[in-house]
């Protein structure tokens, strides 16, 4: 039977068919202010119980992934973060992961810490393109007082132009927290990277123990927290499972939880690992929104090798950050222009930055304010 065009109604779907999907939320729900809506927190997830979410049929799981991202936070916008290496390569571990090792011949240029005027143009220049949020990264197994002392420094500076600051600088004791603390530091980031037995399988220098430490003093020191992991590194889904497990059950969930794809470089152990289903990779950032409903989820390393189709769907599935800039650490990263134009393309907006964010910096009679130069150049 073939249908007469002229009798279709407005619930069939047509050429002209105006249907709304339906809201993901309850009608009650959407009558409240967020703050009121936002999903209870749990920190007793059990193993089965994240299994059994990583096993959903792909559509449901990553329905109930952005009815949960809607309850929490303000749908359509990113949070966007820029990295800077300030102390690259010649590191003593051997995270078999990581072009900065010094066991691996990697090419990576050994670079010594770098001054505070250039990681201070560095950071006027992430806040011009849009970034709210600088993290430094130094490849440390753990910085030396003196080390720490500089770093604490560029930290101010950071901090002095109104942007977010975090820091990745290895292993830490709560003193070193409270150090970096004081200087203004809002975030450390420290990863688990996997699952604890899968870690012995990657790293041998440190122990899972030794993360947990690190995580409990930034703690500790009133710092907030990054700490999430890398996916493609010959895991299994159950590893995947047991370090969102991990970060789920903590005394607090990170603040922000970067999910990274291995970055595959030429000298390290993992070269050559099988590369991961995409699903699967949309299925941990899913999960990771889930299990913990407020935090942001970072779409991390390994955008540079993934289509815009796919990090769609990441962002569907919940995740509400990126980093934002030409590079990572060593490697690449898409180039600002690229993520403005996908980010427009999909009516997604950079998020505003805290309220207590606050530039402290004297304005120079004859050059633009640092916190009012061109947003988006
Ligand atoms: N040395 C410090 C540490 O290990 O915590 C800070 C720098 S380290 C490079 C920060 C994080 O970058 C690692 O924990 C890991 O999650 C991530 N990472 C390093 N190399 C990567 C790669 N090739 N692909 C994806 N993520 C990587
Ligand atoms: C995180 O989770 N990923 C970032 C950041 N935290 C420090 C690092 C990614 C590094 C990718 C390899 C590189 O560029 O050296
Ligand atoms: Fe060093 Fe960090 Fe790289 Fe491990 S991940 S080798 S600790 S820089």
């Known amino acids: 039977m073939t249908a007469d065009p002229s009798r279709r109604t407005e619930a069939q779907p047509g050429p002209h068919c105006d249907f709304r999907p339906p809201d993901l939320q309850p009608p009650d729900l959407q009558r409240q202010p967020r703050s009121e809506r936002r999903p209870p927190l749990r920190h007793d997830w059990t193993l089965p119980e994240v299994e059994a979410l990583f096993a959903l049929p792909f559509m449901d799981l990553l329905l109930q992934a952005q009815a949960l991202h809607r309850q929490a936070h303000e749908p359509n916008t990113v949070q966007l973060s820029t990295l800077l290496s300030i102390k690259t390569g010649a590191c003593p571990e051997d995270c078999a992961y990581c072009p900065q090792s010094v066991r691996y011949d990697t090419g990576v240029e050994r670079e010594a810490l770098l001054d505070p005027a250039t990681v201070r143009a560095h950071a006027q220049q992430a806040k011009a393109a849009g970034a709210t949020r600088f993290c430094m990264g130094a490849a440390y197994r753990s910085p030396k007082a003196k080390e720490l002392a500089r770093i604490c420094d560029l930290v101010r ?60 003093a930034v703690r500790s020191a009133g710092l907030k927290v990054c700490c999430g992991g890398i996916v493609g590194m010959g895991e299994t889904a159950r590893d995947r499972a ?4 991990t970060l789920a059950n903590l005394p607090q969930h990170p603040e922000s939880v970067p999910i990274n794809e291995l970055v595959q470089v030429p000298g390290t152990p993992l070269q050559g690992r099988p590369p991961v289903d995409p699903f699967d990779f949309v299925r941990t950032i ?77 304005a120079p009679a004859h050059a633009p304010h640092a916190c009012t130069a061109a947003v988006g150049a």
Do not use: W
């Open 242 to 245: 047991q370090l969102l497990l």
């Open 157 to 216: 500076e950071v901090r002095a132009l109104g942007l977010e600051t975090c820091a990745t600088l290895g292993m830490l004791t709560v003193e070193q927290a409270g150090e970096l603390k004081a200087a203004g530091l809002d975030f450390y980031n420290h990863n688990l990277d996997s699952s604890e037995a899968f870690y012995g399988e990657i790293i041998t220098t440190h122990t899972y123990q030794d993360r947990l430490d690190t995580l409990a």
């Open 286 to 362: 899913a999960a990771a929104r889930i299990l913990m409903p407020r935090s942001h989820v970072r779409l991390s390393a390994g955008r540079q090798t993934m289509s815009d189709e796919l990090q769609a769907l990441c962002f569907f599935a919940g995740a509400n950050s990126i980093f934002y800039g030409e590079k990572l650490l060593t490697t690449g990263n898409p180039q600002g222009r690229q993520d403005r134009r996908l980010l427009e393309r999909l009516g997604l907006r950079p998020e505003e930055p805290p309220a207590d964010a606050v530039c402290t910096e004297a």
